[in-house]
């Protein structure tokens, strides 16, 4: 579970740096990120935060409540400021607490079995965005873990519902107004993917996930507007092998910095990259690659954009490869 984390933490920030080094004038919503890990699982550990405030990196030290692992989620009001982040189980201040009505997010087998150790079970499977109706509120969107049987795996992680926690932030601190709502429960969700970008409006986002079945599934797409959130379409995927197999945790998706594109990659089935309108939030020119390095294959892996957008990066465990998205056939494109 550390390498993981620690490997997740390593991508996300890769990511981080490349989308807001083309974005510097816009809020900054994702400029600190918290990483807070202890080999004995005691709450009040230590914990760090990267903060990419004032055009530079910087690294200051700050209380945690508990461990942050796999399901880990961290929001910054417009101006950059830390506001609150968690780790699935629940929701931490910056002073080494849990945010009022903010513990326990999903209670349950995982909750119990794994919260101890600062994981809820599944990577990139939530996100935190500001409230398009109120600059003080923030969504929480999560996707709830369960074990139980699918197919012919007897001990499966799934997650059949999308949920949302609403938390307002002001001068006093932050507190949980509503907790773990029901969205949906369309059927078994992708155990990775969730991302988001800001509606080409400026002030509504756009949410992806997907649905998991047997023969190929559903890619999801949410629209959190003034109105809150709402399944906006659901529609075949282009790829349907790379929704056919159950165990999904070996990649991640992530869009362009200039919004413009979207990739989404498998270890097992290749990367598959869109053209994406963020007026629309309609997903256009599907191009597929699979042919990988033998590193890559059937190992957890990150995906980044570089800052132009030109480059997609992919991480194995020790390397990291680069495609060149302007090679008219991308298998001449990757290194």
């Not at 999904?248 to 989404?264: H, I, L, R, T, V």
């Not at 007026?279 to 294959?297: A, I, K, M, V």
């Amino acid at each position: 579970m550390k390498r993981k984390f620690l490997f997740n933490v390593i991508v996300f920030g890769l990511a981080f740096i490349f989308y807001n080094s083309a974005l510097t004038a816009q809020p900054k919503y994702d400029y600190n990120w918290v990483i807070a890990s202890s080999a004995n699982g005691i709450p009040g550990i230590d914990a760090y935060v990267i903060d990419f405030n004032g055009g530079k990196r910087s690294l200051r030290e700050i209380s945690a409540y508990n461990i942050i692992h796999d399901g880990n989620a961290v929001i910054s009001n417009r101006e950059g400021e830390l506001q609150f982040y968690t780790n699935g189980c629940e929701f931490m201040d910056t002073l080494g607490g849990v945010l009022i009505n903010g513990d326990t997010i999903i209670p349950g087998f995982v909750y119990d079995s794994y919260c101890d150790f600062g994981v809820y079970l599944g990577i990139q499977n939530s996100t935190i965005l500001p409230d398009p109706a109120d600059a003080n509120q923030y969504y929480y969107i999560q996707k709830e873990a369960i074990i139980g049987p699918f197919g012919q795996n007897n001990s499966a992680l799934l997650l059949p519902t999308l949920r949302y926690s609403l938390i307002q932030s002001n001068d006093a601190g932050a507190e949980v107004i509503q907790k773990s709502v029901v969205i949906d429960e369309l059927g078994y969700r992708f155990t990775v993917c969730v991302e988001s970008i800001q509606h080409a409006n400026g002030y509504d986002w756009w949410i992806v996930d997907y649905l998991l079945e047997e023969e190929g599934g559903k890619r999801l797409i949410y629209l959190l507007d003034e109105n809150g959130i709402r399944l906006d379409r659901q529609e075949d995927y282009e790829h349907p092998e790379a929704l056919a197999k159950f165990n999904s945790a070996e990649g991640q998706s992530a869009f362009s910095p200039d919004g413009a594109m979207y990739a989404k990659y498998d270890a097992r089935t290749g990367l598959d990259i869109f053209d994406f309108d963020r007026l629309t939030g309609e997903f256009s020119n599907y191009r597929h690659f699979s042919t990988l390095p033998y590193d890559l294959q059937k190992t957890y892996s990150g995906l980044a954009f570089s800052p132009n957008s030109r480059f997609i990066y992919i991480s194995s465990h020790d390397k990291l490869h680069q495609l060149d998205l302007w090679e008219s056939d991308l298998n001449n494109g990757f290194e």
